[in-house]
């Protein structure tokens, strides 16, 4: 292992509900600030509280959600998020990519600052760009990269059509900085791959990481990552932060709402969905719901 020493203001309404998945209906202000928000689904939540806001640029920022866990929020243009780790041994974890190299090299320019010289791993869950668009970055620096075997399969057949239909997005001329960047975005598969039907299994000293595959859902290649120690559960875009179910171009409807049900094996404190502020382990019951209605 190589050695080294995400929303902002409301995006169009339009992308986030087309696109991806919606905002959560609670503000930045309001889940930093309570650790009991209002019901939604008729269900109490309890939100985790959050560190104050670490700006690293004009969109791009990190929140600790519980010691040594960092949400990082990148909204290029749609805001997305990804996740750090420091591990018992030292070691980070980066599970997904902010959405270009240069925000994951801020990222951990960051990480080198906060934490000094650490062993890195990163972990993609998903062949979206959201998921592994600063991986040139990583491999560069002599990461190592763990993704499925479906990712760098899906990367290579259907990346120029996800390209594409990206910049059929970005059209209007005030997104022409976001659509510059996306059209010359590399796409680079992980260099580690693992079956997906297997999942895999990390270990740290003596904490593990779960990455787990419960079926199709967001996309037929996404994967979640478990911290069992923090009782934290990365949930990618297959767990769904906002109240819209967002971009279904990959998305297997029918089996979904059955796949994301088999996440309630873990015990889970902190649920981080791929887009949206909700960080509560209702979210799972949340996305079920939400999925079973299409």
């Not at 900085?177 to 996306?182: E, G, K, L, R, S």
Request: proline share 6%; hydrophobic share 45%.
């Amino acid at each position: 292992m190589k050695k080294i020493g995400k929303c902002l203001g409301m995006m169009s309404m339009f992308f986030v509900v087309v696109v991806l998945a919606a905002c959560n209906t609670l503000s930045i202000e309001e889940v930093a600030s309570v650790t009991v928000a209002p019901k939604v689904d008729n269900v109490s939540i309890s939100t985790p509280a959050l560190s104050a806001r670490i700006d690293l640029a004009e969109d791009l920022y990190v929140r600790e959600v519980r010691a040594g866990v960092f949400v990082i929020t990148h909204a290029f243009p749609w805001p997305g998020n990804s996740m750090l780790v420091e591990m018992a041994n030292g070691s980070l974890v980066l599970v997904d990519t902010p959405y270009t190299p240069e925000a994951t090299q801020t990222v951990l320019k960051w990480a080198s600052e906060q934490f000094g010289e650490r062993d890195i791993v990163a972990i993609n869950t998903g062949y979206h760009y959201d998921n592994l668009g600063g991986n040139a970055y990583l491999l560069e620096q002599g990461i190592p990269v763990y993704g499925s075997d479906l990712t760098a399969q899906l990367l290579a057949e259907r990346g120029d059509a996800l390209r594409a239909m990206t910049l059929d997005w970005l059209q209007d001329p005030a997104d022409k900085a976001y659509y510059d960047a996306h059209a010359s975005l590399p796409y680079v598969a992980p260099d580690h791959t693992f079956a997906l039907e297997d999942g895999l299994h990390l270990t740290f000293g003596d904490e593990a990481v779960e990455v787990y595959f419960p079926g199709p859902t967001h996309a037929p290649d996404n994967v979640v990552v478990y911290f069992p120690d923090r009782k934290v559960l990365f949930g990618t875009c297959m767990i769904i932060g906002g109240d819209k179910v967002g971009n279904t171009s990959d998305a297997d409807m029918a089996a979904w709402p059955e796949s994301v049900r088999k996440l309630k094996r873990f015990d889970v404190e902190v649920v981080v969905p791929g887009h949206g502020e909700r960080l509560d382990p209702q979210l799972i019951e949340h996305t079920v719901a939400l999925t079973s209605r299409q």
